[in-house]
């Protein structure tokens, strides 16, 4: 799987939108990437994934850049309930070797300001 | 939490002792893993199981030994535990959407074990 590389610690305040970058420069034509986060004492919650377009669920967006060796992770509305630790993971798809394991790095401990 | 639980939550024992700790979900997923989770190396992939019956080591698998009889459970076992197999313990599931598909992992609330 790539490597990624994300920013150790960022701050946000209460309502605004949260960016978190993700850097997967050597990321290949059939990984994907992966958003989860860790609540302190709580166990990893998956939040998006994605291979090429820009994706939206009911927690997130996930934007891709063209040339897929970097992302964002977008909370649209932070709450103090968003501080976590954010995990921007890449990994491939089943015909590949290494798909059933996830590898976390150190992630971005994301702080929501009140 | 997708129907995952992990038992015990909590547990002390000694070195040198058996330990084993459970993971039951009832998602009917096919895919089961236990990852431990330490200060400073994040979470790492210890064994996993793709089926009854079929398991495969993780990244740090020396130490631990894993059985599934069934599908709803997954057993991780520290035949004599250490010291440095004191750590935080989470249980995974997963189910394949299709060949040449990726699909997310869902976890347990973890099981804290501390090995003296």
């Known amino acids: 799987d790539a490597k990624t590389t994300q920013p150790t610690s960022m701050d946000c305040a209460e309502g605004r939108a949260a960016n978190l970058p993700c850097n997967h420069s050597?990321?290949?034509?059939?990984?994907?990437v992966y958003w989860y986060r860790q609540i302190h004492s709580q166990g990893p919650q998956y939040i998006i994934h994605?291979?090429?377009n820009n994706e939206t669920n009911e927690m997130a967006s996930l934007i891709i850049t063209e040339d897929r060796k970097s992302s964002t992770l977008i909370l649209p509305h932070a709450t103090l309930r968003d501080t976590a630790v954010y995990y921007c993971?890449?990994?491939?798809?089943?015909?590949?070797?290494?798909?059933?394991?996830?590898?976390f790095g150190s992630g971005t401990q994301l702080t929501v300001l009140p | 939490d997708a129907g995952i639980t992990q038992s015990p939550r909590h547990k002390v024992t000694e070195t040198g002792t058996p330990v084993t700790l459970r993971c039951h979900q009832t998602?009917?997923?096919?895919?089961m893993y236990w990852y431990r989770q330490d200060p400073g190396h994040g979470l790492r992939l210890i064994h996993y199981?793709?089926?009854?019956?079929?398991?495969d080591k993780g990244e740090v698998s020396d130490g631990y030994s894993v059985s599934r009889s069934k599908t709803e459970d997954f057993l991780l076992t520290l035949e004599s535990a250490t010291s440095s197999q004191t750590s935080v313990y989470f249980c995974?599931?997963?189910?394949?959407?299709?060949?040449?598909?990726?699909?997310?992992?869902?976890f347990g609330p973890g099981t804290r074990l501390t090995v003296t």
């Open positions: 995974a599931i997963s189910e394949p959407a299709g060949q040449g598909v990726s699909y997310e992992q869902y």
């Open positions: 050597t990321i290949s034509g059939n990984e994907y």
């Open positions: 994605g291979l090429k």
């Open positions: 993971i890449v990994r491939g798809s089943i015909s590949s070797g290494s798909a059933r394991q996830l590898t």
């Open positions: 998602e009917n997923h096919r895919y």
């Open positions: 199981s793709y089926g009854v019956k079929d398991t």
